[in-house]
């Protein structure tokens, strides 16, 4: 089985724009998670989708969103993008959602300019 | 905020010796677990210690939880120049997989 893929692998954006980040979990997978890990410290939770129900946010503000699709894939939006989103975006999967082991994707390294 | 506090920060060691890295917490907690990251990339799971298991072993990789001083370790034993990467410990508050990471410990092991 292929692992959690995510796209793109780079992106620069200038601030003010949007960007769109998508993940794909592992086949069979149904929960994803959204994790922002800036340069020197350990990934923040963003978000966490179950079924296609959000099941859980982390402390960010309104200008990032996400959604999951009935295939389970996700995307995460970003508005109005600020220097300090700059950082690498973690997706995750899991079986069901609860204390099972996350797989994580490559990331997608996001650099605002 | 980060849940866990991984001590030491950076670690320097000779391949064949052991490698011990600590983590601390603040609340009470359903799992922890620890993850390897190489150079930025993504994270690898290693192993996950529930909060009613005291030690837990996985070939190389023998961790303990304390949930009396809420405090971890992982001892990676026999070290390689593959192990050279950042290790991050994670709790699990809700038992819902919303992981709180600690800053990270990067060990380097020199050939």
């Known amino acids: 089985d292929a692992g959690v893929t995510q796209s793109p692998t780079h992106l620069i954006k200038t601030r003010g724009q949007q960007v769109t980040l998508r993940c794909s979990p592992i086949?069979?997978?149904?929960?994803v998670s959204w994790y922002q890990q800036v340069l020197g410290q350990g990934p923040q939770f963003i978000f966490q989708y179950y079924e296609k129900e959000e099941r859980g946010r982390g402390n960010f503000p309104d200008r990032f969103s996400a959604r999951q699709f009935p295939n389970y894939s996700s995307e995460l939006n970003v508005n109005a993008l600020l220097l300090g989103d700059s950082a690498l975006y973690l997706c995750?999967?899991?079986?069901?959602?609860?204390?099972?082991?996350?797989?994580f994707g490559p990331g997608t390294r996001l650099t605002v300019l | 905020s980060q849940q866990g506090e991984e001590d030491p920060q950076a670690l320097s060691i000779q391949e064949g010796e052991n490698a011990t890295m600590n983590c601390s917490y603040k609340t009470s907690i359903n799992n922890l677990q620890w993850y390897r990251q190489n150079s930025g990339r993504g994270l690898v799971h290693l192993i996950l210690i529930r909060s009613n298991e005291r030690e837990k072993h996985s070939g190389r990789l023998r961790v303990t939880l304390d949930t009396s001083k809420k405090s971890s370790s992982l001892l990676i034993t026999a070290s390689r120049a593959a192990d050279t990467a950042s290790y991050f410990c994670a709790t699990d508050v809700g038992g819902n997989n919303r992981l709180a990471f600690g800053k990270g410990n990067q060990v380097v092991v020199i050939p």
């Open positions: 086949s069979g997978h149904k929960s």
């Open positions: 995750a999967g899991g079986g069901t959602g609860g204390s099972d082991t996350q797989y």
